[in-house]
């Protein structure tokens, strides 16, 4: 079996990937959105407006 990041043999302690740095890359990609699964359903479109214009007036909120 060979890593899913750079397709270097695995080692058991940090399998599926070969290092602890490949792991990390792999969540990397998690957190930032890269695996993210694009959507044309409409209403995730405008719920995603939402969020974000929510997001924009709260910043605009004096503290």
Not at 49 to 60: C, P
Request: glycine share 4%; proline share 6%; with cysteine.
């Amino acid at each position: 079996m060979s890593c899913p990041m750079c397709g270097a043999e695995v080692v058991q302690k940090y399998r599926p990937f070969c290092s602890r740095r490949c792991a990390d890359r792999d969540l990397a990609k998690w957190l930032n959105g890269s695996y993210a699964v694009a959507s044309d359903d409409p209403e995730d479109i405008e719920a995603a407006v939402d969020a974000t214009e929510a997001a924009l007036h709260a910043a605009q909120k004096p503290h």
